[in-house]
């Protein structure tokens, strides 16, 4: 089975009103961060570049934590979803 059929599996309850991941400081990503390691780092690919700046589709987080390893300048703020929401995965 390929990872791909695996996270089709995985269900999320998203919290409509707050973001369980933010961006501290837009700019730093876009002009102290030539490499923007998140782009690539994160297994969900939960951050995009748009023209102008990073977005955050925190929807299909995997709540694995990378991401706040990945940031050199340690401007992504991560916490777990409130709960009741996030992530649940079919088999453990």
């Known amino acids: 089975m390929k990872i791909e059929d695996k996270l089709f599996l995985d269900r999320f309850k998203v919290d409509?009103?707050?973001?369980?991941?933010?961006?501290?400081d837009g700019q730093i990503c876009m002009k102290a961060c030539p490499e923007q390691p998140c782009?690539?780092?994160c297994?969900?690919?939960?951050?995009?570049?748009?023209q102008?700046?990073?977005s955050v589709n925190y929807e299909g987080c995997l709540e694995c934590g990378s991401c706040r390893i990945a940031c050199p300048n340690l401007n992504i703020e991560w916490r777990f979803p409130k709960g009741g929401y996030g992530i649940s995965h079919k088999f453990g």
């Open 52 to 54: 102008d700046h990073i």
């Open 43 to 50: 297994p969900a690919n939960v951050y995009r570049l748009e």
């Open 39 to 41: 782009l690539y780092f």
């Open 16 to 24: 409509e009103e707050e973001s369980h991941i933010k961006i501290t």
